[in-house]
């Protein structure tokens, strides 16, 4: 079974390279970006919406041109193992999502998705070929059309110097920059 150009084990070694080894993860969602491929157009330019920050954004990474780094990946986390694919200029796509209901014939994805097993009780051999087997079996996929708040593109506009700090940010955040609002990602320490 294939994902867009690679073979099964072809991906398994881009997700060991890329990732740090053949996470459960972005081989499920490697099927999760080739059903979402089946059912677009083949001309367009296509963003990507995950539905968690666990493991599918690597997938997109590696079989898209969609990064965090050129903005075509957005990770809004809704805690469901889903993303959808849509046209940069209508905003009309596909949802890909884990089914639930469909994994009773595969009881080691089911007991690894659902956390019924322990990741150290997990045969992890048996586990990759049973994702192998499923390929896209075990998804739903439905038409979707992205909402306006996350269709339209937010624009950094004009940067200043914080007064506070003197660094650069977006001066539609406020007169100081985020961190000085006390918004901070972390604390200064000696």
Not at 85 to 102: F, N
Request: charged letters at 25%; proline letters at 5%; one cysteine or more.
């Amino acid at each position: 079974m294939d994902i867009r150009s690679y073979t099964f084990n072809e991906f398994v070694e881009r997700v060991r390279v890329f990732h740090g080894y053949a996470a459960p993860g972005v081989l499920v969602g490697g099927f999760m970006v080739d059903l979402a491929y089946k059912h677009l157009p083949e001309e367009g330019l296509f963003d990507v919406l995950c539905e968690t920050p666990k493991c599918l954004p690597d997938a997109v990474q590696l079989l898209t041109p969609c990064t965090m780094g050129n903005g075509w990946l957005t990770i809004l986390n809704t805690g469901r193992y889903a993303l959808v694919i849509y046209d940069k200029s209508t905003g009309e796509g596909v949802r890909i999502s884990m089914d639930a209901a469909k994994l009773d014939a595969w009881p080691e994805i089911k007991g690894w998705f659902l956390k019924l097993i322990p990741k150290p009780d997990q045969d992890e051999e048996r586990l990759r070929e049973e994702i192998e087997a499923a390929g896209s079996s075990i998804f739903s996929i439905r038409r979707v059309r992205i909402a306006d708040c996350i269709f339209r593109k937010k624009r950094r506009g004009a940067i200043v110097i914080c007064t506070r700090c003197s660094e650069a940010y977006p001066v539609d955040d406020g007169i100081v920059c985020l961190h000085c609002q006390g918004e901070g990602l972390y604390a200064e320490s000696d």
